[in-house]
């Protein structure tokens, strides 16, 4: 997916530029207010489960194949995937810790800050989301074509 890094940057950016400038669309947003908090974070933690859950058995099917032909060839797919658990673990706990921050006192007076900490969550949650497609392109690899 050779489009999602600069997708994904334009969204930032959508998202800074709108809390620069109308603060209000992300920081009074009357759903994000209730979903920006452990509600994301609970998604985020099923999200990460299934996707951990899958590259193990990716790992397995690897496994398999490299015994039925005797040979090792997934290791460069074994490191992806391994980087991508990875990722999930680094996104959940950026989650974490920017719900924790954004909850501090000193950001409740200012929507600004609000509005860049809603938007923060949000693309973690798009990055958990875009890495869990990833890692459902490498099942579709190997699922045989029936």
Known sequence: MKI???????????????SATAPDFLADNKFLIG????????IM?????????????????F???EAKHEKR?????????NQSAFYFVILFVAQLVCL???SFSIFESSKVAVSLFNGASLMLLLLSLVTLLDVLGVVR?????D
Do not use: G, Y
Request: charged share 10%; glycine share 0%.
């Open 4 to 18: 999602a890094p600069t997708a994904m940057m334009v969204i930032a950016a959508v998202f800074i530029i709108l």
């Open 35 to 42: 979903f920006v908090n452990q509600e994301i974070l609970s």
């Open 45 to 61: 933690a099923v999200i990460m489960t299934i996707s951990i859950a899958t590259i193990a058995t990716i790992h397995i099917w």
């Open 63 to 65: 496994n398999e194949l």
């Open 73 to 81: 060839v997934f290791s460069a797919a074994r490191m992806e995937l």
């Open 100 to 102: 924790v921050v954004r």
């Open 141 to 145: 690899a190997l699922t045989p074509k």
